[in-house]
């Protein structure tokens, strides 16, 4: 909805953003022709998760903030079994830590597919949904959900099911796959990724705004590999911390207009955290098959328009195949499921990476394991700034637009982050003022 106001300003309105994970609306002013505020206004209601972790076994969170979504549930729960076993003094063996990375695959899958065909790519080909792009482009949508059934099926022989998996537990898994149930899968994966690389052909086909950000950059990098399950922080200005330090540079606030904090990056502006940065900061880290997908794709080995994160998640798309399936060739039977986390007392920091990107997890426990303090802090309130700033620069540079395509072209902008709406309505902190 767009409408003029009496001093001349011009409002356009988005009561309900469509093709996004949870509730949220766009307000955006122009005055003489100039940008006078932008808002991305997160209206679902919060969640209180962390004030629920309060008080609970340090053995629930993975359970419980499992929960908060159900298209991005593993990274969740390894957020929070990482905090937890570093509360508790606990590093998993490798094995496990592989197996995580390998049930991560199948989230990833699973995310990424959903939002390329089914809530991105009907922006570019012009359709309101993808039930109406699906009449034109029956493939195509097929293919969406064929690769989407292959992250589900993945979940749910390592997860135990594919939304909310219950085989993850403090420590590792309750049961192990057997090489033969991981073989198994495996012509399935094969297929994606052949799909995942048809992906990659199809999305750099379309028709990209002109648009860079100039906003930083931050992901996690591990030792090895492409940041999936662990890593240190990284940003494009050079800084590097330790997960520990996340809280020390990433500072959490409230804005009047969200249900979703904001967050600023050791007090400077909007800063950026999900595929983009993922790719532009570990473009050495992808498969060769990954980088060469990339270079077809036409990416540089880093990538600053918002509105080619399709063509950087569907590289990524190939890059979690290929892993998903070395790991199952190199997996061994006779693995542990888990290892002990005894409770004692003590603060532990984890993180890693869910499809939109860093998801950060804290926990305060009592020598008995209870919960005494919780703090999350997920991708999209750190994204919202960003989002926030995106529209701006976009409605600047496309005032000219009529009413009707600028709202389009915004919301489209909206959407190339993947928001996760109602994961990001979290906050605690709540005044209320009597007279």
């Known amino acids: 909805m767009s409408h003029k106001l009496t001093d001349g300003g011009q409002v356009l309105h988005v009561g309900t953003l469509a093709r996004v994970e949870g509730e949220g609306a766009m307000h955006i002013e122009i005055k003489d022709g100039r940008v006078k505020q932008v808002q991305l206004r997160i209206f679902e209601p919060p969640r209180f998760y962390e004030a629920f972790l309060r008080g609970r076994a340090w053995t629930e969170p993975p359970d419980i903030t499992a929960r908060i979504c159900g298209i991005c549930p593993v990274a969740y729960q390894f957020s929070s079994c990482l905090a937890i076993e570093d509360a508790c003094g606990v590093v998993v063996p490798d094995a496990i830590r592989t197996m995580r990375r390998l049930l991560y695959c199948g989230e990833w899958i699973e995310s990424h597919a959903l939002h390329i065909y089914l809530l991105h790519a009907p922006d570019f080909l012009g359709y309101p949904g993808a ?24 979940m749910t022989l390592v997860g135990g099911r594919s939304v909310h998996p219950v085989n993850v537990r403090l420590g590792g898994f309750y049961r192990m796959p057997t090489v033969a149930e991981l073989h198994g899968l495996r012509p399935a994966l094969e297929r994606g990724l052949e799909d995942a690389l048809e992906t990659v052909r199809l999305v750099s086909t379309f028709d990209f705004p002109d648009m860079e950000q100039p906003w930083t950059y931050l992901s996690l990098r591990p030792e090895h590999g492409y940041p999936i399950e662990s890593g240190d ?11 520990r330090d996340f809280t020390a540079h990433i500072k959490e606030f409230h804005v009047p207009h969200s249900n979703a904090l904001h967050a600023s990056l050791d007090g400077g502006g909007p800063y950026v955290v999900g595929p983009l940065a993922r790719y532009t900061l570990n473009h050495d880290r992808l498969s060769p098959l990954a980088r060469e997908a990339a270079r077809e794709g036409g990416l540089d080995v880093t990538c600053r328009n918002p509105f080619k994160s399709i063509i950087v998640r569907a590289v990524e798309l190939v890059e979690i195949f290929v892993e998903a399936i070395r790991i199952i060739d190199a997996w061994q039977d006779g693995v542990a499921p ?13 993180a890693t990476e869910a499809p939109r990107g860093v998801l950060f997890h804290r926990y305060r426990l009592d020598a008995d394991g209870t919960i005494l303090d919780a703090q999350i802090v997920p991708p999209t309130s750190q994204n919202q700034p960003s989002i926030e700033a995106d529209l701006r620069t976009l409605v600047e540079q496309w005032i000219e637009l009529s009413d009707h395509d600028l709202s389009h072209r915004c919301e489209h902008a909206i959407r190339n982050y993947d928001p996760c709406i109602s994961c990001a309505t979290h906050f605690l902190d709540l005044t209320v003022e009597r007279s």
Do not use: C, H, Y
């Open 233 to 243: 922080v990284v940003t494009s200005d050079g800084t590097a911390f330790d997960v």
């Open 131 to 154: 039930i109406e792009m699906a009449k034109d482009f029956g493939p195509v949508v097929e293919r969406g959900l064929r690769l989407k059934k292959v992250g589900n099926q993945l």
């Open 338 to 350: 888990s290892v002990p986390v005894p409770a004692r007392a003590g603060e532990g920091f984890g």
